[in-house]
C-alpha cells in the first residue's frame, strides 16, 4: 500500500522526519517495498508555450521545437509524439533538476538542445499520463514556475502489509501503529456531528447480522454539482488512484486511504424503494457490475439489494444502475462491517477484486463505520455546505466479544528467551491499551482494532516489537539429541556422490511436462497427474519419467556446440492410480558421444555404448550385496528391445540400463540415436539400505599369502553363446581366483557364426605356491569344459 | 661380555665408521650406512648384546650407543650433502605443462550441494531429517498450519492443483513449502522432535531471474518443553557461521506467517559487502540479506497435531535453498538452476 508522509503527518502531533520513516516501518514489521520523493521536487522548470514544430534534419522520430519559455524562444530537440503547436508544456532549462537529475546542455544527432519538454515521469510525478509529454492546462502563465501548478514535494512509501497487520491498512491507522509503538501524540481527524434524529428514508435490513455485523447508513440531498477538490485529487493521484472529479465517487476511495474502512455512495433516486437489504442471493440471480458486466450470482453470495435486485456485491463492489453519475443529488452513504469469509468467497466466485474487498478479507475495525460516515458527510458539507442530512441509522445488533488474554511477564519471557522486566512489558500492553489496570494478573482485552490478538503469543510478539527484536539473545538451552537422516535421503546421497565421481553431471529439470513431452517419449499421459491450473500447456502434467528432461537438457547442450554429455538427475516421478496417487524417488541418466569426453593429446577417447554405461552401474554398485544384472522379462518402457538390462538388489528390481528407443530420441530433435539411458529406483535402493551400518558394508574375503599363477587361453565359440554361461561353468574350477574376459573377436581368421574369446585364469591357494604342474593341470580341465558344454576350439 | 669390553667395542665401531664414510663414493655411501646403521647393521647388533646387562648398565650404554648412532647420522648426511647425494638426476623430455588425462569429472548441482551442506551443518546440531510427499492434501499445507478456508494469507502462496482428490474429497494441491512436514512429522508423535526437512515446492508464478515455479526449501522445527526464540536465534547463528563464516551476523525483524507467532524475518549481514553497505548491487546498500522466516510454532498447529500448547513450545525456520546457493555459487540468475549448462555445471 502507498502511504503519504504529507497525509500522515495529519495524524502525528510531532511527527518524525521522513527520512527516518523507513526504519521505523520495518522496525515493527511493516515491510518497506520503497519510499521516495513525490510531488514536484524538481527545480528550473517553467510553463512554456510551443510556438513552431520542425523536423529533426538527421533523424525522423525527432523534431525540433521553438519553446516560448516566457522570456525568450529556446530551441529543444523532443522525441514524444503528442506535441502540437500552441500547446502550454512544462519546460525544463538547462541546469534544472529533474527525478533523474541535474539536465545538462546535449546535442542530440547533431543537433544542440537548449533545454527539454518534460513527460511526467521526467518530472517525478505520479498519476499522469506518461505516454508523451505532459501538456499542461492552457491557462496556465506562461513563464510561471511550474512547480505551483502541482502538488507540493512530498513522500511516497510503498509498504507491503502481511494479513496480521491488516489494521494498518491507511493512514490513520498507520499513524495511530506510530504513535504506539514510539510513543508519539495522536490525533483524531475532525468529524462533523451528525443529527440523531433525522428520519428514515431508506430502511436498512440485514438478513443474517453474522455475515454483515454492522451497517451504517447516511442519506444525504442536495449534492449535484460536487466536484473533488483540488488537494483530495492530488492526494488520489499520488495514491495511484485515477480521480474522476465526481466528489460523490471520489470521496469513498479518499476516505478509504484516510480510515481504512471501504464505503459505497448510491445514488439514492436510483434504489428501488427506496430500501436495503443486505442478504444472500438467490441462486442464478443476476447483477450487472459497476464496470458494465453482467455477474449470475450463485446461492448465498452476499449482495446488498433494493426493493428489486441486487445493486451490490457487499464489500466487493458495486451495482452499475445505482451507482452515482454527474446528475446525482441524492445519495446513501453505506458504511459497513462485513464478514471476512463472506467477502472473499464472493470476490472468488466473481473474479472481482477491489481495494474494497482486500481490506474486508483482511479485516475491519467495526468501530470504525460511523466514523467513515461521519468523515465523508463532513467532506461533502465542507464542499456542499448546502447539502442536507436526511438519515443517519445505524444497524449494529451486537458489539463484538473480544477475548481477554491474562499476560503473564514470565510467559512471555519465557517464549521470547528474555529477561525483561515487569515494567517494560506493562509499558508496551498499557501503550496498545491504554485501559489496561496494573493490577496483576494483567487482564488485556485487545482494543477493537487489534483482532489479530488472541494470545500470549501475539502478546510476546507485541513485546518483542515495541521493545526492539533485537532484544532476544542468542543463547541455548537446547540438550543434545541424536540426529539420523533417512535410508532414501542417505542411498540418495551415496548415488548422487558416486554417478558425479564417474563423470556424471547432476541436472535438475522441472517436474512440470507438456502432452507433447509424453507423446514424444511414447509415455501414456492417461497415467499421469493433470494440474487444474497450469501456467501454460508446456506445464500440465507432473512427469511420470525423467526421460523427458533429460532429453531436453541433452538437447540444449548439443544446440550450443558440446559433442559428449553425461548427466543424471534425481528427482521425483507421479503417476495417477486408482484412489489417487502415486509418488516415486528415482535417480535417472543420460550418456552421449565421446568418452571421456575433454579431448587429450595422448588420444583414448571412444564414443559411448552399452558397456560404457554398464560399467558406470557396476561401478555404481560395486561392492553393494546381492548386486546382479539381469535380462528383463518384458522391454523396459522407453529402451530398446535387446539393449536393455535389468539390474537387481536382492530379489527387488533397482532399476534398468539400455539404449534409449530411438524413436523417443527422434522425437525429441536429435538426431543421433545412441543415447544410453538408466533409471534406478530410490525406494528400492533405500531397502536395501535399511539396517544398520554394518549390514550394508560389504564383508572381506582373507587373500593368499602365496604367489599366483595366471594363464591365457584363447577359444573359438559359437557367437550365439553367451559370456555369462561360460563364465558360470568355468566358476567351479579349483583354486580359481580370477577370470577375466580379455579379448574378444570377431572378423578375419574366425569362421562365420563363431568369435574368438580370450581368456585370462588366475589361480591361488591359501597353502602352497601352485607349480607349473598343477596350473597345467587346471587348465586343460579349463579347456575339456569348454569343448564338452560349448563345444570351444583351441585357437591356433 | 662386560660393560667395559662393550664400551670398547662401540668406540671402535665409531672409528671404523669414521674411516669408511670419509672413503665412500657416491655410489657406496648406501652400503656404508647399511653395513652401520642398518637394521642388521654393527651398531644395532651391538645394542641389540644390552639385554644381559642390569638396569643401571643398560641406562648407561645404552645411552652412550644411542650419541653415537646420532653421531653416525649426522656425519652421513654431511657426507651425502657433499657428494650431492639424495639429488635425483633431472628426467629429461617431459614437458611437465602438457595437461593429465582427463580423468571423467562430473558435478552435483549447487542446490544439492547447499542443501547438502546445510543439512550436514543443522545434523551437527541434533536434527533429523524428515521427508513428505510433493502431492498434498489441504490439511497439511494450510489448514493444519493455521491457513483456515479463506484466509488471504493464502493468496500469497500462488497454488497448483492436481486433478486428483485426497481422502476427504478435497483436490490435492503441489505443496507451496516445505512446512506441511511439520505436521507430518509432529502429528502424533512423541515429543521432543527435532527435524529438518529439504525439498522442492511449487508456486504458480512466472519464471525470471528471481521467480521460478519450482524451488526448493530447507524447513527447521524444534519441539520440546520450553523452547524458546533464543534457541531459535542461536540455532540460526550457528548454521549461519558454518555457512558464511564467523563474522556473519543474523538479526531478527518482526514478520509474519500463520503457522508461527512471533514469527520473525531472519536477516544476515551482507556476505558481499560485509554489512558495511556502501553501493552494494546485492544487499541494495542496506548492509542486510533477508534469508529466511521463522518464528515460534503457533498454538493453534501444536492443537493441530494433538500436542498441548501449554506443555510445548518450539521454534520453526524456512530457508529457500535458491537464495543461499545463489549467494554461495555467485549465481546472478535463478533460471540458471533449471538450464543445465554444462558449460557452467562443469565448472563445479
Redesign the interface.
Given at each position: 500500500m502507498k502511504i503519504l508522509y504529507s497525509w500522515l503527518r495529519d495524524f502525528i502531533e510531532n511527527p518524525p522526519p521522513a527520512e527516518e520513516l523507513p526504519a521505523k516501518f520495518a522496525r515493527l514489521g511493516l515491510g518497506v517495498e520503497s519510499s521516495g520523493r513525490s510531488g514536484a521536487a524538481f527545480t528550473g522548470v517553467v510553463v512554456g508555450r510551443i510556438d513552431k514544430i520542425d523536423k529533426h534534419p538527421n533523424a525522423d522520430k525527432l523534431s525540433l521545437v521553438d519553446v516560448n519559455d516566457g522570456s525568450a524562444t529556446m530551441r529543444v530537440v523532443c522525441g514524444a509524439k503528442n506535441i502540437a503547436v500552441g500547446q502550454m508544456i512544462p519546460f525544463a532549462r538547462v541546469g534544472a533538476v529533474l527525478a533523474e537529475g541535474e539536465l545538462k546542455k546535449a546535442k542530440i544527432r547533431g543537433v544542440e538542445s537548449e533545454g527539454m519538454i518534460c513527460s511526467a515521469g521526467e518530472l517525478g510525478l505520479e498519476g499522469y499520463d506518461n505516454s508523451g509529454i505532459l501538456v499542461l492546462d492552457p491557462s496556465a502563465p506562461l513563464g510561471a514556475d511550474a512547480r505551483t501548478l502541482f502538488a507540493p514535494p512530498d513522500w511516497v512509501f510503498e509498504l507491503e502489509i502481511t494479513p496480521n497487520l491488516a489494521y494498518c491498512l491507511s493512514h490513520y491507522a498507520l499513524a495511530r501503529e506510530l504513535c504506539v509503538f514510539y510513543g508519539l501524540k495522536f490525533k483524531e481527524p475532525a468529524l462533523p456531528e451528525l443529527p440523531r434524529a433525522a428520519g428514515t428514508v431508506a430502511p436498512v435490513a440485514v438478513t443474517d447480522p453474522s455475515l454483515c455485523p454492522r451497517y451504517t447508513a447516511v442519506v444525504m440531498r442536495g449534492l449535484k454539482g460536487a466536484r473533488t477538490p483540488d488537494w483530495m485529487a492530488e492526494r488520489l493521484r499520488a495514491m495511484g488512484s485515477n480521480p474522476k472529479g465526481n466528489l460523490l465517487i471520489d470521496v469513498s476511495n479518499y476516505v478509504m486511504y484516510e480510515l481504512g474502512q471501504p464505503t459505497h455512495c448510491f445514488d439514492l433516486a436510483n434504489l428501488a424503494g427506496p430500501e436495503i437489504k443486505v442478504r444472500p442471493a438467490a441462486d442464478g440471480e443476476n447483477m450487472k457490475a459497476l464496470d458494465g458486466s453482467e455477474l449470475k450470482l450463485s446461492a448465498g453470495t452476499l449482495v446488498i439489494a433494493d426493493r428489486e435486485k441486487p445493486v451490490a456485491l457487499a464489500g466487493v463492489m458495486g451495482g452499475f444502475y445505482s451507482s452515482v453519475a454527474d446528475t446525482t443529488d441524492a445519495i446513501l452513504i453505506e458504511s459497513a462491517s462485513f464478514a471476512q469469509s463472506a467477502v472473499r468467497a464472493s470476490s472468488r466466485k466473481s473474479g472481482i477484486k477491489s481495494e474494497s474487498s482486500y481490506r474486508f478479507e483482511r479485516g475491519t475495525d467495526i468501530e470504525l463505520t460511523m466514523k467513515a460516515a461521519r468523515r465523508i458527510a463532513g467532506l461533502l458539507l465542507e464542499a456542499v455546505p448546502s447539502a442536507r442530512i436526511e438519515q443517519v441509522s445505524d444497524n449494529f445488533p451486537e458489539p463484538p466479544r473480544l477475548p481477554v488474554v491474562t499476560a503473564d511477564p514470565a510467559r512471555i519471557n519465557a517464549i521470547l528467551g528474555t529477561a525483561m522486566t515487569d515494567e517494560k512489558i506493562f509499558a508496551c500492553l498499557k501503550a496498545i491499551q491504554p485501559g489496561l489496570s496494573p493490577e496483576k494478573p494483567w487482564k488485556f482485552t485487545p482494543p477493537s482494532y487489534r483482532r489479530d490478538i488472541e494470545t500470549v503469543q501475539d502478546l510476546a510478539e507485541e513485546a518483542a516489537r515495541y521493545n526492539g527484536y533485537d532484544l532476544i539473545p542468542s543463547a541455548s538451552s537446547m540438550p543434545v539429541m541424536p540426529a539420523s537422516s533417512t535410508p532414501m535421503a542417505e542411498a540418495e546421497a551415496e548415488l548422487r556422490g558416486r554417478l558425479a565421481a564417474l563423470g556424471f553431471s547432476e541436472v535438475y529439470n522441472y517436474d512440470l511436462v507438456s502432452l507433447r513431452d509424453f507423446r514424444n517419449c511414447l509415455l501414456d499421459e492417461t497415467q499421469a497427474v493433470e494440474l487444474l491450473n497450469p501456467l501454460s500447456s508446456d506445464y500440465q502434467y507432473l512427469r511420470t519419467s525423467m526421460l523427458p528432461g533429460l532429453l531436453r537438457t541433452l538437447r540444449y547442450n548439443l544446440n550450443r556446440g558440446r559433442t559428449s554429455v553425461a548427466v543424471f538427475e534425481t528427482g521425483t516421478v507421479y503417476h495417477r492410480t486408482k484412489d489417487g496417487k502415486k509418488e516415486d524417488r528415482v535417480c535417472a541418466g543420460l550418456m552421449y558421444g565421446p568418452f571421456p569426453e575433454e579431448q587429450h593429446w595422448r588420444g583414448g577417447s571412444e564414443m559411448s555404448d552399452f558397456y560404457h554405461l554398464k560399467g558406470v552401474m557396476q561401478a555404481v554398485f560395486g561392492g553393494r550385496r546381492g548386486f546382479r544384472f539381469e535380462k528383463p522379462k518384458h522391454r523396459p518402457a522407453f529402451l530398446q528391445e535387446g539393449a536393455a538390462l535389468v539390474m537387481k538388489l536382492g530379489a527387488g528390481e533397482a532399476g534398468v540400463l539400455g539404449l534409449a528407443d530411438p524413436m523417443a530420441v527422434i522425437n525429441s530433435d536429435l538426431k543421433d540415436t545412441q543415447v544410453y539411458y538408466f533409471e534406478i529406483s530410490l525406494a528400492a535402493l533405500a531397502e536395501s539400505w535399511k539396517g544398520s551400518f554394518r549390514d550394508r558394508v560389504p564383508q572381506v574375503r582373507a587373500v593368499s599369502a602365496f604367489p599366483a599363477a595366471w594363464r591365457d587361453l584363447s577359444v573359438l565359440v559359437d557367437e550365439k553363446r553367451e559370456w555369462s554361461e561360460l563364465e558360470k561353468d568355468l566358476g567351479s574350477l579349483p583354486e580359481l581366483a580370477r577370470l577375466d574376459l580379455i579379448d574378444v573377436y570377431k572378423g578375419k581368421g574366425v569362421p562365420e557364426g563363431q568369435r574368438s574369446l580370450t581368456l585370462r585364469f588366475t589361480f591361488s591357494s591359501m597353502e602352497r605356491t601352485l607349480t607349473d604342474a598343477d596350473v597345467s593341470s587346471r587348465m586343460e580341465k579349463a579347456l575339456k569344459k569348454l569343448e564338452a558344454s560349448f563345444g570351444a576350439k583351441l585357437r591356433g | 661380555m662386560n660393560a667395559a669390553e662393550w664400551k670398547e667395542k662401540l668406540s671402535r665401531v665409531g672409528e671404523s665408521f669414521s674411516s669408511a664414510i670419509s672413503g665412500a663414493a657416491a655410489d657406496n655411501i648406501a652400503e656404508v650406512e647399511l653395513q652401520y646403521l642398518g637394521r642388521k647393521g654393527e651398531l644395532a647388533l651391538l645394542l641389540r648384546d644390552l639385554g644381559s646387562f642390569t638396569i643401571e648398565e643398560k641406562k648407561e650404554l645404552g645411552r652412550l650407543g644411542n650419541e653415537l648412532k646420532s653421531r653416525l647420522v649426522a656425519a652421513l648426511e654431511a657426507r651425502k650433502a657433499e657428494l650431492g647425494g639424495g639429488k635425483a638426476k633431472a628426467a629429461a623430455g617431459l614437458d611437465l605443462t602438457?595437461?593429465g588425462?582427463?580423468?571423467?569429472?562430473?558435478?552435483?548441482?549447487p542446490?544439492?550441494r547447499t542443501m547438502?551442506r546445510i543439512?550436514a551443518s543443522l545434523?551437527?546440531?541434533?536434527?533429523?531429517?524428515?521427508?513428505g510427499?510433493?502431492?498434498e492434501e489441504d490439511h497439511y499445507n494450510f489448514e493444519a498450519l493455521n491457513f483456515p478456508?479463506?484466509?488471504?494469507?493464502r493468496d500469497a502462496q500462488d497454488t497448483?492443483?492436481?486433478?486428483?482428490?485426497?481422502g476427504s474429497g478435497k483436490?490435492?494441491l503441489?505443496r507451496t513449502h516445505t512446512s506441511p512436514v511439520q505436521i507430518r512429522s509432529m502429528k502424533g508423535a512423541a515429543l521432543?522432535l527435532?527435524v529438518i526437512s529439504p525439498g522442492?515446492v511449487?508456486r504458480?508464478e512466472?519464471v525470471d531471474a528471481s521467480h521460478s515455479?519450482?524451488f526448493h526449501q530447507m524447513e527447521g522445527l524444534?519441539v520440546?518443553k520450553?523452547?524458546?526464540?533464543?534457541?531459535l536465534?542461536?540455532?540460526l547463528?550457528a548454521f549461519i557461521k558454518d555457512l558464511f563464516g564467523s563474522s556473519a551476523k543474523?538479526?531478527?525483524?518482526?514478520?509474519?506467517f500463520?503457522f508461527v507467532?512471533?514469527?520473525?524475518?531472519v536477516e544476515v549481514s551482507c556476505v558481499f559487502c560485509g554489512g558495511k553497505a556502501g553501493k552494494c548491487p546485492v544487499c541494495k546498500s542496506t548492509g542486510w540479506l533477508e534469508m529466511l522466516g521463522a518464528g515460534?510454532v503457533?498454538?493453534n498447529v501444536l492443537k493441530a497435531c494433538g500436542h498441548d500448547p501449554e506443555k510445548w513450545?518450539g521454534f520453526a525456520f524456512g530457508a529457500g535453498v535458491e537464495r543461499f546457493a545463489m549467494l554461495l555459487f555467485g549465481i546472478k540468475d535463478l533460471r540458471m538452476?533449471?538450464?543445465?549448462?554444462?558449460?557452467v555445471?562443469?565448472q563445479?
Open positions: - | 602438457l595437461s588425462l582427463p580423468f571423467p569429472k562430473g558435478s552435483l548441482h542446490i544439492t547438502d543439512t545434523m551437527r546440531l541434533g536434527f533429523s531429517v524428515a521427508e510427499p510433493h502431492l478456508p479463506d484466509h488471504p494469507a497448483f492443483y492436481a486433478a486428483v482428490k485426497d483436490d490435492m503441489l521432543p527435532r522442492r511449487f504458480a512466472a515455479f519450482v524444534y520440546d520450553g523452547v524458546s526464540m533464543a534457541d536465534r542461536w540455532t547463528d543474523v538479526r531478527f525483524a518482526p514478520s509474519y500463520p507467532e512471533p514469527g520473525a524475518q515460534m503457533h498454538p513450545s538452476f533449471y538450464e543445465n549448462d554444462l558449460r555445471w562443469k563445479l
